[in-house]
């Protein structure tokens, strides 16, 4: 029986399901009578997904349909990190949505401080954009997962790697 046991702590989203939900809402912005006729384009990139549409109002309702299509696919409201609207030429406005992915450095230190603080007989290493939460005991692993699960966060926590 191993001595020790240990998961890591990760915030990522499914590519491939992101890029289902952004090809169903070019769609049904196609298909919609209200947004037909907007000129609505959606770019994914690597790290965004640009918007670029006629008016606020259709802006906002293309953005919903992102929501929804994004919740039915599984896929964490937390990974679109809005930024402001900006005006761009022909009374049309554009939307940058970057895409959160991964721990941040000042994140990762203060999940880190909060485990440790809270559980004494976990250990704890960042590694990279990731956590890695090592202990003698599932249970104790268990209780980490409880905490972290517990936490209000910007970013969409994820558990792998459960050994």
């Not at 191993?2 to 169903?24: G, M, P, T």
């Not at 790290?47 to 109002?57: C, H, L, P, R, Y």
């Not at 250990?123 to 980490?144: C, M, P």
């Given at each position: 029986?191993?001595?020790?046991y240990?998961?890591?702590?990760?915030?990522?989203?499914?590519?491939?399901?992101?890029?289902?939900?952004?090809?169903?809402?070019?769609r049904?912005?196609?298909?919609?009578?209200?947004?037909?006729?907007?000129?609505?384009?959606?770019e994914?990139?690597?790290?965004?997904?640009e918007?670029?549409?006629?008016?606020?109002?259709?802006?906002?309702?293309v953005?919903?349909?992102l929501r929804?299509?994004?919740?039915?696919?599984?896929?964490?409201?937390?990974?679109?990190?809005?930024?402001?609207?900006?005006?761009?030429?022909?009374?049309?406005?554009?939307?940058?949505?970057?895409l959160?992915?991964?721990l941040?450095q000042?994140?990762?230190?203060?999940?880190s401080?909060?485990?440790?603080?809270?559980?004494?007989?976990?250990?704890?290493?960042?590694?990279?954009?990731?956590l890695?939460?090592?202990?003698?005991n599932?249970?104790?692993l268990?209780?980490?997962?409880?905490?972290?699960?517990?936490?209000?966060?910007?970013?969409?926590l994820?558990?792998?790697?459960?050994?």
């Amino acid at each position: 029986m191993a001595d020790s046991y240990s998961f890591d702590v990760v915030s990522d989203f499914d590519r491939q399901e992101l890029l289902n939900a952004v090809d169903q809402v070019r769609r049904d912005v196609g298909q919609r009578y209200d947004l037909k006729d907007s000129n609505t384009e959606i770019e994914l990139e690597e790290a965004s997904i640009e918007i670029t549409t006629a008016s606020d109002m259709t802006l906002e309702a293309v953005l919903d349909v992102l929501r929804q299509k994004a919740t039915k696919r599984d896929l964490s409201l937390k990974i679109f990190d809005l930024q402001p609207p900006e005006a761009v030429g022909g009374n049309r406005v554009k939307q940058v949505i970057k895409l959160r992915k991964g721990l941040s450095q000042e994140l990762a230190k203060q999940l880190s401080k909060k485990v440790r603080d809270e559980l004494k007989k976990v250990s704890v290493s960042i590694q990279g954009d990731s956590l890695r939460i090592t202990g003698k005991n599932k249970d104790d692993l268990q209780g980490a997962i409880q905490l972290l699960r517990g936490e209000d966060l910007e970013v969409p926590l994820q558990f792998e790697n459960y050994r």
